[in-house]
Every structure is written in structure tokens, then in C-alpha cells.
């Protein structure tokens, strides 16, 4: 089934490109439909995952990339919903979404490898509001790029098909900042019931675990640019730039640290 969840991005990634080029109507709505479909399979497999193991499957690296996949496709579809016009995210967030999922199959692990002091009714909560602030983080680092694509373009006078395809400069600068905006509250309470969920398992609220001090890494990371867009004025390129490199960040905090750091996380 996994592969089929695959092939429904895949040609979501290419009847959006197809619409890029033809200006169908047809095709924008089967690059929705399609990565829907993709959607729909991933939580099945979610749910299988479930099923055979007892233990919501974000207890590791291996499945918390695959939720993070699965957070950021969700995300894509809603802003192609809300945001009109804007179909053209499902064209650059789905490669994300597919490459992740492989990085999911290529790594190694077990839903049944979980310790103990991971199985309490906070620690879930804590993952899913984490998860959910990357998906949002990567929609915003995605919409950043495709304004520096739009805007360089559109500088340089390249008026081709791509320029037609993405939405106008303020729209992108727009959905990188509301995208962002909603995913900096989901990233304070992840940390927020990190820490509760640390007092349980380890006497402490912070332990400065690698992984934790990545996380107030980050958080002061997005601080910083929300304060330079409300108090300095940040757009366009500028902002766009500052999203880019705090998803940077947001990467080698959730995938970089474990391979160079030991710390009691998983993920």
C-alpha cells in the first residue's frame, strides 16, 4: 500500500505540473484529488501501524518522518482550499511529502522498540503538537521559496509558464507568514508538554538534552523573524530568506541531531 500512497503523490506532483503548462482546469482538480487519495492512504497506513503494534507509530525517527509527511500533504491540501489560487503548493510541497516517505522506508525500525517511559498519555500529545509545527514550518519554508522563484523571475523579466503557475509575490509572502504564524503556537506547546512530560519520566522539566536545546534553538529562531515582520517591517525576500533558514534549522534539529548527538529521544 505504500507504494500506492507513492504513485497517488507522484501524479499529484505531475498533473500539477501538467496544469502548469496546459492551463486545464481537469488537470488542477485531479492534482487535488490525487494527493487526497495519497492522504487518505497514508492514514490508513497510520492506522495499520496502529493496529499491529498497540502504539501510535511517532514513538521513533523512522515514524515521525512519516507523520511529518504526512502533516505536510494535509497542509498543502488545505492551503490549495483556503488560499485561492494557490494550487501550485500541491506541485511543491508533494517531492517533499514523497521523499520523506522514502527516507521512511529506508531507515530502520520497530514500533515495538519503545521504552517504557515513552508510554504515558502526555508524550504523544507532545510528539503530534511538535509534528504539526514542522508541517506547518515546511509549508512556510515552501512558500518562501516559491516567492524567491516567483520574485527573481519576475525581476529578471522571465515571464514563462512557472511565473503564470505560482501565485502573485503578495500572496506568497502572505501564506509564508500566516503558515508560519500558526505553526510557532503548535512549537511552544510541544516544548511546553516535552518539558511536563520530562518532569514525569525524569524529575525534571529540562534536562538539556540535545534535542531539547535544539527545540529553544528554534523557538528563538522564529521569534526573532515574527518580531522583525510585526515591530521591523520584514517581507518579500527578506522574510522569505529568514523562514528558509529557520527551516534549516528545524531539519537538523529533527533529523540531524540523532545521528551526531546521544540524548533520550527518539525522534
Known sequence: MIILTIIC?????????????YRDKKLEIAALI??????????????????HSDIFPIFSLKYAIFAFAWALAVGAILVSLIFKGTTSIIGFSTPFVIILI??????????????????????????????????????SFISSIM????????????IIW?????????????????????????LTL??????????RAYGSYWNWDPKETWSLIIWFAYIFILHGRISLGWRGKKFAWASIVCFVLVLFSFIGVNFIFKGYHNF
Open 9 to 21: 503523490y507522484i501524479l499529484a506532483v505531475t498533473m500539477s505540473i501538467g496544469y502548469a503548462f
Open 162 to 186: 512557472i511565473t503564470k503557475w505560482l501565485p502573485s509575490l503578495f500572496i506568497l509572502d502572505d501564506l509564508a507568514y500566516k503558515t508560519l504564524t500558526i505553526g510557532f503556537p503548535f
Open 102 to 139: 522514502i527516507v521512511f522506508m529506508l531507515l530502520k525500525g520497530s514500533t515495538k522498540e519503545l521504552s517504557p517511559i515513552f508510554n504515558t498519555d502526555i508524550f504523544p500529545v507532545h510528539v503530534l503538537f511538535s509534528i504539526t509545527s514542522y508541517g506547518l514550518f515546511a509549508l
Open 190 to 199: 510541544g516544548i511546553i508538554t516535552g518539558a511536563l512530560w520530562a518532569e
Open 34 to 51: 490525487s494527493i487526497i487519495l495519497g492522504v487518505i492512504l497514508q492514514t490508513w497506513l497510520i492506522l495499520l501501524f496502529y493496529k
Open 147 to 158: 516567492y524567491i522563484l516567483q520574485e527573481t523571475w519576475l525581476k529578471h523579466k522571465r
